[in-house]
């Protein structure tokens, strides 16, 4: 069964440091891929970073990198810089390939607080 | 241009009373897909439509229904609610059916009484 952990319910950074989120994940299947939302308290959800489980190289998308360890099967959230805007939840989340559909499995999240 | 919409933002309603969700996603997007949160918890998947056709279901109950309409509006029906109904229901369009970039609407926040 796929399944995501994130173990860190919550997290505190300072504001211009970098700060990792944890994720692991768990599936069989050899195609897949993992993304990355952020969560506000507005409710939707916003797409951060996305990495296919070919992809050779770890996502970068401006501020955010994804360090993903394949035999390891983690896929961490890097910020770099943290913004006050950046508190919010964050999800892992992934999605098998196989099903060719939008089905994501997503994890229970972590807060994120970037104090002043 | 305009995100995803849905409405209604929030509603009441209780225990075996009916339910009608909508959605609205962007322009030119042809894939939509709902998902249940519950608080505390992540999203989870329920349905997803593409050109007017279920390309996905999760493992939700048959008192969950949705459809797509031609210009790919969506609705989500949940009969006879339970009180475990209670959650925040994310409608999410995408340019294509197999895409995990997901564009999501603020939810619906429907409370069970």
């Known amino acids: 069964a796929q399944k995501i952990t994130q173990t860190q319910p919550g997290m505190f950074v300072q504001e211009k440091e970098a700060v990792t989120l944890d994720c692991t994940y768990d599936t069989s299947d050899p195609s897949y891929g993992l993304f990355w939302y952020k969560q506000p308290s507005s409710g939707e959800m916003i797409f951060l970073i996305y990495?296919?489980?070919?992809?050779?190289q770890n996502a970068t998308e401006g501020r955010y990198s994804l360090n993903f360890q394949k035999a390891r099967k983690s896929a961490n959230l890097v910020i770099s810089a943290s913004q006050l805007g950046d508190s919010a939840m964050y999800f892992c989340a992934m999605r098998l390939d196989q099903t060719g559909a939008n089905n994501l499995f997503f994890g229970t999240g972590t807060r994120l607080t970037v104090i002043p | 241009d305009a995100g995803v919409t849905q409405s209604p933002t929030h509603l009441i309603k209780t225990r075996g009373q009916h339910v009608t969700l909508r959605c609205s996603p962007i322009s030119g997007h042809k894939s939509v897909s709902w998902y249940q949160q519950v608080l505390g918890q992540g999203p989870q998947f329920i349905f997803q439509?593409?050109?007017?056709?279920?390309?996905g279901r999760g493992n939700f109950p048959d008192r969950f229904s949705a459809r797509q309409f031609p210009n790919y509006s969506s609705e989500l029906n949940v009969n006879a609610l339970l009180l475990g109904d209670s959650a925040l229901y994310l409608c999410?369009?995408?340019?294509?059916?197999?895409?995990?970039?997901?564009?999501f609407g603020e939810g619906s926040r429907l409370t069970v009484l």
């Open positions: 439509y593409y050109e007017k056709e279920e390309r």
């Open positions: 990495q296919g489980s070919y992809d050779q």
């Open positions: 999410a369009s995408s340019l294509a059916s197999n895409t995990g970039e997901l564009f």
